[in-house]
Antibody
Framework: EVQVVESGGGLVKLGGSLGLSCAASGFTFSDSTMNWVRQAPGRGLEWVSS????????NYADSVKGRFTFSRDNAKNSLFLQMNSLRVEDTAVYYC??????????WGQGILVTVSS | DIQMTQSPSSLSASVGDRVTITCRASQSITSYLNWYQQKPGKAPKLLIY???TLQSGVPSRFSGSGYGTDFTLTISSLQPEDSATYYC?????????FGQGTKLEIK
């Protein structure tokens, strides 16, 4: 059974930092490109970042470039999103998802990040 | 960045109706177009990838078509459980942009 589970969300102050984790199982994690996608309250989906299987190619949305860092540990089937200099507009549910060219097929349940001013 | 524009933003239809949602890309994305269904409080679910390939387990009443910049998602006979928001997404190049969503309600 495939499982993708995000953790680490919560309330943080404007300008603060927060780290999200994602634990995956049930598929070949070490061969998979992984992503973070976020959804602000009542809004649509926004792709945030992707990382290829070997961490050679990491891409970011312009809205988070320079502030967020995406990494992975294939030995632990885990992903990490370090979020610095957080803004109110970073408030969203953050989803971890597998995929690339053929869409995102496995998603976590999402974790809420709230940035307060 | 490639912009994705969906239409309509919302629609209401009856059980059994044929429903079509369109998605337009700001430049050619060949066949790298995916469709997702999202219900309130849930993660998105991949319905169709590569324009027209049905994800495993997705009912055959869902279909997709198009190429280049213009794409459609069709539900051939609407069911009550199809009430949701639908998003297109291009996976041609990063950033993997999504459309703004189409909220589908059942009359």
């Amino acid at each position: 059974e495939v499982q993708v589970v995000e953790s680490g969300g919560g309330l943080v102050k404007l300008g603060g930092s927060l780290g999200l984790s994602c634990a995956a199982s049930g598929f070949t994690f070490s061969d998979s490109t992984m992503n973070w996608v976020r959804q602000a309250p009542g809004r649509g989906l926004e792709w945030v970042s992707s990382i290829d299987s070997g961490s050679s190619y990491i891409n970011y949305a312009d809205s988070v470039k320079g502030r967020f860092t995406f990494s992975r540990d294939n030995a632990k089937n885990s992903l990490f999103l370090q979020m610095n200099s957080l803004r109110v507009e970073d408030t969203a549910v953050y989803y971890c998802a597998r995929g690339s060219g053929d869409g995102f097929d496995y998603w976590g349940q999402g974790i809420l990040v709230t940035v307060s001013s | 960045d490639i912009q994705m524009t969906q239409s309509p933003s919302s629609l209401s239809a009856s059980v059994g109706d044929r429903v079509t949602i369109t998605c337009r890309a700001s430049q050619s994305i060949t066949s790298y177009l995916n469709w997702y269904q999202q219900k309130p409080g849930k993660a998105p679910k991949l319905l169709i990838y590569a324009t027209s390939t049905l994800q495993s387990g997705v009912p055959s009443r869902f279909s997709g078509s198009g190429y280049g910049t213009d794409f459609t998602l069709t539900i051939s006979s609407l069911q009550p459980e199809d009430s949701a928001t639908y998003y297109c997404q291009q996976s041609y190049s990063t950033p993997y942009t999504f459309g703004q969503g189409t909220k589908l309600e059942i009359k």
